[in-house]
């Protein structure tokens, strides 16, 4: 396991991006995944910048959809933390449990189709190329 | 590859399921990935109703957010036919050139993050369990 | 695309490897798999050898149940080459349509259960561990 | 995590689909898969009776060599729900150690090849398209 | 297929992206990959800052070997387009035959490990955590 | 989960398997995931076979950017065991925590771009062919 830096022990880089993330997001509070990446500075402050601009930043998807989105990836790709900390922010979004069981059947029919697609070698229809 | 059923040549099961495609979408058009499952009835069948209950029944997921979902999963999971004929029905729903862009950046960052969060073995917190 | 080696430009291992094949399989045909892992010799070798004996070898599980599995995992990771190879592998070993269905069927819900159980975060029951 | 419906707490569809599941496999025992779908009955209902359709419905894949594919997906996905769950019902199937060594062995190799094709570019050979 | 924006097409953010492509890279080529980001300007910025940075910023690994390990993801995830440039970089930064066979060996046993390493269930030995 | 055999109890194949792991790398510990393949002896025998001759024999890659590329394959594909014990291994041939960030940056691009190329279908360059 990695190490994670407490926001007490943070200097230079790390001080600055944990402290935007407290501004940004309006809490103290720090979630692991950060603090383990500020082992590696400039991947912290990369990936944060980056995060922060594709969630938050203008658009036409709203939040909520975005983070609908994000876990549906998230649960594909199988990744624990990514789906018990992408569930909670979807939540904090409005996501109501019907529409987590939407995205689940959603997400779980669509892995099943990708599979016979490749399976079946389903060959492209003129119209979608 | 597998051989391709057409409308004219269905009888039975696949032709009932055939019709329930045109008569659902009213068009006569029916796309490979159901020309192709037709080769095993029962798949065709079991395949068509699911895919019609979870993307086309009541729910409060708008249609256009269930197909950009459907979408991010076949993406992660680098299926070409999917993304070709879901990309095109995301259209067909109302997905902007924009909204599609910020599609793509949102399945790009989580599948960054994905591995961001495995790698650096992060532990999930307290309060996400 | 790797340059592919032909069984009359063959010397030394890939030739010898080439050879086994050829008896082996009771055919003067190479598939262009080991055309293009002809590139590097120790690769060939070692990934003939492998796949020889596990597919080959005895044991308990029958030739065409070997390929079935085979043919899954390929389906699964979405690698064209391999689902054609093996799907012709499949059939040559008895593989029915109906079987190729039925694969499918259980491939694709394998599939979408995955998911349903990492995106509901499912606990291992007891009786399980 | 998502809670677990217990059998004593189910109402509805989530206690007629509870039934169904005692009485097809003829237990009292309600596996946890089962008990967190509950969570959204329309999903609980379609998945349990198409999973009961694919992989105990009539076919002439017989149900160990079934529940050998199903396992082989789990594991090239890295389910490990899934994978705890379906290795213990391939058992009560008849799975012996020697035939689940082998069946590791082809989805070891299976993965391993699956990347070689992909890596060398291995055009399709004529015969296979 | 999304639409190509050619260079001679390009304007405002989508041509200082181009401009600064031509000038890093030492040519007046720019890849497909960059001329399809063009279709939504944010992501191709945002990308094409990220990828210049990691690949070509100063760091402890040398261009070779961020190419090799770019080029073992993108082979895992079976990504065609990602193979095919990235194994060109490789070759330009340095990767002869035999380095990419030994990669290619590398990536394969690594895929079957991690799958034998999930499907044996086996537990992190203490002095791994 | 499977059960561990331990040197002690091991014999035949296995034994000569230990002995070898323990004589190639000069330790007597030998780690979990051995003691779970000598579950089906054949499979222990061939895996650490290629294991051995892959990551250690001559070749034109060090060790080190071996465990690099293995490492960037186990992250990929999200295996908890191979991450862990794989981290380890890179650490004890000169891995820095600097050199572990930069490989964690670049699977992370790679990861997000292979997604990128797959959604905007990218067409293959004609010099990449």
């Not at 940004?24 to 509070?29: P, Y």
């Not at 950060?34 to 203008?58: D, N």
């Not at 658009?59 to 983070?67: A, F």
């Not at 029919?109 to 399976?119: I, Q």
């Amino acid at each position: 396991m990695t190490p994670l830096i407490e926001y007490e022990q943070s200097t230079g880089l790390v001080r600055e991006v944990f402290d935007d993330i407290r501004a940004t997001r309006q809490t103290t509070e720090i979630n692991n995944f950060w603090k383990a990446l500020a082992q590696h500075p400039p991947t912290l402050a990369r990936t944060w910048s980056l995060l922060k601009e594709v969630m938050g930043g203008p658009g036409e998807l709203d939040p909520l959809v975005r983070e609908l989105i994000y876990l549906a990836v998230s649960i594909t790709n199988g990744c624990d933390y990514c789906i018990a900390s992408h569930r909670a922010a979807a939540v904090s979004k409005g996501m109501t449990d019907a529409m987590f069981g939407e995205l689940m059947s959603i997400v779980g029919v669509a892995n099943m189709n990708n599979r016979l697609a490749d399976g079946f070698q389903v060959p492209v229809d003129d119209k979608f190329k």
